[in-house]
């Protein structure tokens, strides 16, 4: 078994080893070509534009960075640098020689990026198009249904595939059942024979059935992708957008103990298991309006500090998987959050402010995402007003500190209500409230800043402690969770995180994610004489028959 | 590892020996006192009322037979013959020493059985009483949580809990995290709090917290019981229901290649891992009205032959898991199956219809959630008319016969839009035409049987195949699916059967059970320095804290 070495989530197209980003007004072009022996380990050889991490970080960073840095595209081309093959998928020998933790996060980060593919196409008037020059096969093609469009090459060979149940005894991993009858809408007989069929489905059979959109021979392919994507284009009904802001790479500091940034800081008690996730509220001024959030650019709190939370999530979730409890804190001026909200608020007409938000809702659940356990403490000196408030609701519970003089607050913004939904659809305050609908409007009515009675008393909070109680209240809660099986916890907190209305994406995560994971932990799939472990090889898996 | 026995799931009240069943004009009691050492299996003590199987089995009878036999029941009474303890839960020494398949069975069936109380108290105007006489944990608590009431005693010392996660490092298997959040709607941070905590919640902030309805002390618990149960009965606004009829045991004819009933036969294919499970059509004169379909009782085909089917599923589960595949056929004449549908369809307002279809649905849905790949062939002398075209419509794929004298039909009946929802709460012809909602009506319309070409058109088949092509067609998809990883098509299948909405069924079906599956698998909880394993005995488990 091979460990994953520590990884970065920083790159940029200057960098990119396996895509290249070529823009060219209001299209973009992302060219996939996999460098066979530039995988982040070196057990593993990249054949047939099949993937590991490290490609999918580029892939994540060339969506982000064409909605701040280019927002003047409105259509996003993807295919293939290679000839013949569009993508072959994950990488298997990769997956095989990876721990079932490490399988687990790659998974979950690879759904994330096509996720924000169709958020960038919800929210981003940015639409894409799968140009599939080539075979396309297994997350290959699931890469290809995150997209609005699908070109299939029609050359009497290339197909569109999911065969990882015929050929590996694991499911498509990254969204791929759902999105073909939930998203895509297949029949879900056909759907069965699709996704048992290894060789996959070409030609107008593929259009038929609803797997692509549409076909084009090899000699009108570069035409008709062309074509395709100026209907995406001119199908968009959004004005000028931009002009685009830089996005630099963050560089944390980073120790044995903390990984710190300019407003994240993650203390790691490795002994303990816990790591205290601190964000601070803005210390400088902030953009008042639209031309001075144009003007600010990376700089500003509202993109930065969630810039940063989500490169510390990220490195949590690979480098560190044995914290398994993460407190939330917060320091700082609350109204400066508040404030910070605000503005956006009264600036939603403009690209960057939609861009910022929609950048903080997805971070936002990329926490509620993430395996770890979640108590935020809202103590002396916190600020989880406005969209910090957010991080102690995505919390599994919340202990607020009942001072005397009444200097512990939180409070919602003018964004509360609806800007930052939860991957089920719902803001979370909704799902806070969600067998008590009426607070969620009573809270939303508080003026100004919300103190420990009244928090307690609207039930925004799980505990309140006076200061005789809290160190011992706040310690044994700790102690307790750290105590508990990270498993069953995992397993717990998925459950619990979201009653109410389900989504594609919150299927995807529920239902689907967790079958993976009981699969591959299957020996079926990675036991001694499983499927993936005999991918290759030239004797056959053997199966325990039984049906569970 | 002790191997589950052949299990029956026939039984009565005169030969429970863990549930005493009280019926007393519109209320009905149904005391839990299980026998130490009556459990399934010898290697385990089934103390302070903890269940195995066959305590699940008794209380899934006592709840149909109370809808068959005592419609004019109202309210049921769930309690304890134990004093100071309601229900431990299942039993853990048995879960220890259990294989995985049986374990996950095992959940499943439990959870089908709690699933048909709240179908009793939603179809059949049975509410239930939790009356918790003394401690109420894990899987009873889950029990509670499916009633519609629940009653704590307060005496100090009584509490409900969910003890799995910090003592076992396992889920609530039965539904009760969904249960908690998504039915009681109890607040997620409270119940993170409350599934953490293994002593439990008792007194008044089960109440405050809604994880019980009630509260009454020692002195007054049989009143209260009393007076909840009567109030349960006013609430129901029903008319006069029965007389009820009486549900004899099924005696199938059990081979080592064959289980055969009146209408349905399974037969074994051990060495290929099929089974062949046959349907027949009404041979003899059916009920035309009310008053025949009273008199007719359990002998009519719409009841007898659902509930031949459910006791074959129940044993294909349980004593056949390596059965992979099930061949899904029928026999007989399709016109009596659509005229047996539309007497039920004229004659809905009398309760014996209202039970016969509910019961027909619940079937449905036990075949829809058995992990086996289902294959429907509608071959010639087939009749998927009425209510077997369900049984087309569930399975995961169909081949129908391209004859030349159109002789092979399938059909709808007057029940087929809406009396027997899958899981989601959708019709399964709106599941199978979820991308396409107009082509239901379509298929609505057709009058009469619709023969292969057309049903191949509809859309409303996978496969057509002429009699040239059949039986190698039919053949190599046979043999393709059963040398398929059993775990993989038991993801995919759950994945790719219920598109769309999501309903507290279907969640606890998919999304947790799902997760418990991944748990039961992990050496937190079953390796041999796990919780489950360790449970009882005086060393700690030792855990591997990676988190994933």
Known sequence: MVLAMSITFQTHPDQYRHWDLQVDGTIATLSMNVALHEGMREDYELKLNSYDLGVDIELADAVQRLRFEHPEVRALVITSGQDRVFCAGANIPMLCTSTHAFKVNFCKFTNETRLYLEDASERSHLKSLAALNGTCAGGGYELAMACDDILLIDDGSSAV????????????????????????????????????????????????????????????????????????????????????????????????????????TVDIAQDKRIATLTVLAPDSPQPTNAEEIQAAGEEQWSLRCFRELDDALLRLRFDHAELGLLILKTRGDGAAVVTVDATLASTRDHWLTQEIIGHQARVLRRLELTSRSLFALIDEGSCFHGVLLELALTADRSYMLEDEDEAVSVATSALTAEAWPACT????????????????????????????????????????????????????????????????????????????????????????????????QRPNAVGPEGALTKYGKPDRPQFDWRRC
């Open 161 to 264: 595939s999911l065969p990882e149940v015929p050929l590996l005894a694991v499911l498509p991993g990254t969204g791929g059942l759902t999105r073909l009858v939930d998203k895509r809408k297949v029949r879900r007989d056909r759907a069965d024979v699709f996704c048992t069929t290894s060789e996959g489905i070409r030609g107008k059979r593929a259009v038929q059935w609803g797997l692509i959109d549409a076909l084009a021979p090899r000699s009108q392919f570069a035409e008709a992708t062309r074509s395709r994507a100026d209907a995406l284009v001119a199908a968009s009904e959004v004005e000028s957008r931009g002009p685009g802001i830089t996005l630099s790479a963050l560089e944390p500091t980073i120790t044995d103990s903390q990984i710190a940034y300019r407003y994240v």
């Open 425 to 520: 659809g719902l803001s979370r305050l909704q799902l806070h409230y969600y067998g008590e609908p009426e607070r969620v409007v009573e809270v939303l009515e508080q003026e100004g800043p919300i103190t420990t009675l009244d928090a307690d008393e609207l039930g925004l909070i799980t505990v309140a402690a006076d200061d005789i109680d809290w160190d011992d209240d706040v310690r044994i809660a700790i102690e307790e969770r750290a105590s508990m099986s990270p498993d069953a916890l995992t397993g717990m907190e998925a459950s619990l995180r979201f009653p109410g209305p389900e989504t594609l994406q919150s299927k995807i995560f529920a239902r689907l994610s967790a079958w993976q994971n009981w699969i591959f």
